[in-house]
């Protein structure tokens, strides 16, 4: 089986196993108790909550809030934030955010905030001029992803960062996308919040953080205990917060270099890709995103048929965020981009990572220009696959 769906999920990988198995069997007291195996427990989160501040380059441990994941961070971020600045009414977003903001500002558009969507170009680049121009005194709060899920193409959050501030209000960035593949150092920006998933990047899923830049106030949304610092109630998952600080270390660790290779494996599936299907196109700039990810569209054909076939093959990717799993509707991103339903109808997101290799390109690479031209003999036929 070749796994190009990196974006989607990670495996675990071995060293962040191996950190996680003493706190199931072992070590499994509650952090909260105060006898020996509570402290040990207390003591690996501490140490976690120090890795992870490293790791994103955050100023002090406290900025850290363990989460289930990218989905609670976000929804942490911008819930919180604004349950503690009520008096601002206007909230900027993009077109092309993830299912855990775009729904988030769908629900507080319906209690009558006014919510500015940023456009993208065909290359999937964000408008800032409009953002420039969109803030203003009553902005409460502005969030911006990092790095699309589905195209991997990159928005200058650290520049925006700055435009935010002087405007006087919070500014969010979903950084999921580009954790593991992009060096980060928050405190050198003016961001506020910045939420991470570890099984983004070989940590297991349910395990998350938010960084919460010391001094800005966040509102919990779950009540109970007084753990995170008042943030996030509940008995810490220490096993996986282990997992996640072990992640933290083994991605700073040649990461750079990780990256490129990475990137020379996406570019020579492109550029096979592109050269060998008729009628075949990369869905967003060829530059400007992270290294492992491409979105490209097969004209003539629905993304359901090529993944089913693209599975028959051996070959695991997806058709954009593994948030939309089994809806009928067009990728949101892709429409943003001013493409055409059929072209946004048959996109196809490969996203790579460090346990790929130059011989599974090569297969995909022979796999796949036959089986497109299959399915569209098929389809041209109108004969049932």
Same mark, same amino acid.
């Given at each position: ?27 499994? /007291? ?12 207390? %003591? ?14 955050? %100023? ?5 809030? !363990?989460?289930?994941? /990218? ?7 911008? +819930?919180?934030?604004? %349950?503690?600045?009520?008096?601002? #009414? ?20 319906? +209690?009558?905030?006014?919510?500015? =969507? ?12 409009? &953002? ?10 502005? =969030? ?32 999921? +996308? ?5 060096? !980060? ?12 998933? /570890? ?108 993944? &089913? ?24 991103? &892709?429409?943003?981009?001013? !493409? ?11 996203? !790579? ?6 011989a599974e390109i090569d297969e995909m690479l022979a796999k796949i220009p ?5 399915? #569209? ?9």
């Amino acid at each position: 089986m070749i796994y190009a769906d990196n974006n989607a999920t990670t495996p675990v990988s071995p060293e962040v196993l191996r950190a996680m198995e003493p706190y199931w069997a072992e070590s499994y /007291g509650n952090p909260s108790s105060l006898h020996p195996l509570g402290d040990r427990a207390r %003591k690996a989160i501490g140490a976690a909550r120090e890795a992870v501040a490293a790791f994103l380059g955050a %100023k002090h441990e406290s900025e850290i809030v !363990f989460t289930s994941g /990218g989905t609670e961070s976000n929804n942490l971020a911008l +819930q919180g934030v604004l %349950k503690a600045r009520p008096e601002k #009414r206007h909230l900027i977003t993009t077109s092309v955010e993830h299912p855990s903001v775009r729904n988030v500002f769908s629900k507080l558009a319906a +209690q009558g905030y006014r919510v500015t =969507s940023l456009e993208v170009n065909e290359a999937g680049i964000l408008n800032v001029e409009q &953002l420039k121009n969109e803030l203003s005194e009553d902005t409460a709060l502005v =969030s911006v992803m990092a790095a699309n899920n589905e195209t991997g193409v990159l928005f200058p959050v650290e520049r925006i960062a700055g435009w935010v501030k002087q405007a006087g209000a919070y500014f969010h960035v979903d950084a999921v +996308q580009i954790a593991g593949k992009i060096s !980060f150092r928050v405190a050198e920006t003016l961001i506020d919040f910045l939420s991470i998933s /570890g099984h983004k990047f070989h940590a297991p899923k349910g395990i998350g953080a938010l960084y919460v830049r010391k001094g800005v106030p966040l509102e919990p949304f779950l009540y109970g205990g007084s753990q995170e610092g008042n943030r996030r109630a509940g008995t810490e998952n220490v096993a996986a917060i282990a997992g996640l600080a072990e992640a933290c270390r083994s991605a700073s660790e040649g990461l750079e270099e990780r990256c490129r290779k990475i990137a020379a494996l996406r570019d020579r599936f492109d550029e096979g890709i592109l050269k060998t299907v008729p009628d075949a196109w990369r869905n967003g700039g060829a530059e400007n995103r992270v290294a492992n990810t491409t979105s490209i569209s097969f004209g003539g054909l629905d993304s359901e048929s090529v993944l &089913l076939g693209l599975g028959e093959e051996g070959i695991c990717a997806s058709s954009g965020s593994a948030c939309r799993t089994g809806s009928v509707q067009l990728s949101h991103v &892709l429409l943003a981009m001013g !493409f055409s339903e059929e072209r946004v109808r048959g996109a196809v997101r490969f996203s !790579f990572g460090r346990f790929n290799t130059a011989a599974e390109i090569d297969e995909m690479l022979a796999k796949i220009p036959p089986l497109i031209q299959r399915l #569209r003999i098929i389809q041209n036929s109108g004969v049932s696959k």
